[in-house]
């Protein structure tokens, strides 16, 4: 019973990537209802280091093939009614296959919607993080910026 605590309170370690396109960012939707939207990207395995997770999670949730280049942010999301805490590393990734068409469905995994955003468009969505909205992500390679943490009570 103490260590499903323990595990429970630990962060967990993901990874985002950013991948640009005419001046638009790739979201992904996932929560169902289609008002929350996210970078492509998520949780490490054990062992796997961070970008052969980025890799395998933008494969996953786009059906595209990327190659991931350098880590430019990190950021965190603490949910503390869910124990949920989150560490978010982010990406600038280049498109190297695959394209996104209308019939492709995340077979394993939560997205059910897939979508390049203008800066503008950013303004009006529920995107997380919220700090994709200053567009940062533009400036190609950038400096590595911690954003801090987010919190839900």
């Known amino acids: ?59 996953e949730e786009t059906g595209l093939d990327v190659t991931a280049g350098d880590a430019f942010a990190v950021s965190e999301f603490l949910f ?18 695959g394209k996104i068409t209308d019939d492709w469905v995340d077979d394993g995994g939560p997205v059910v919607d897939r979508k390049f955003y203008s800066l503008q468009a950013l303004q009006t969505l529920n995107v997380f993080p919220r700090w994709l909205r200053d567009g940062r992500w533009l400036n190609s390679p950038a400096t590595t910026i911690y954003h801090g943490q987010e919190k839900k009570n």
């Open 1 to 59: 019973m103490i260590n499903d605590i323990n595990s429970r309170n630990k962060p967990n370690i993901s990874v985002r990537g950013v991948i640009i396109q005419d001046e638009k960012i790739l979201l992904v939707n996932g929560d169902g209802n289609g008002d929350f939207w996210c970078l492509p990207g998520g949780r490490m395995e054990y062992g796997e280091n961070l970008k052969s997770c980025l890799v395998r999670e933008v494969k």
């Open 80 to 97: 503390d009614a869910n124990h949920f805490h989150n560490v978010d590393i982010f990406f600038h990734c280049t498109m190297t296959g």
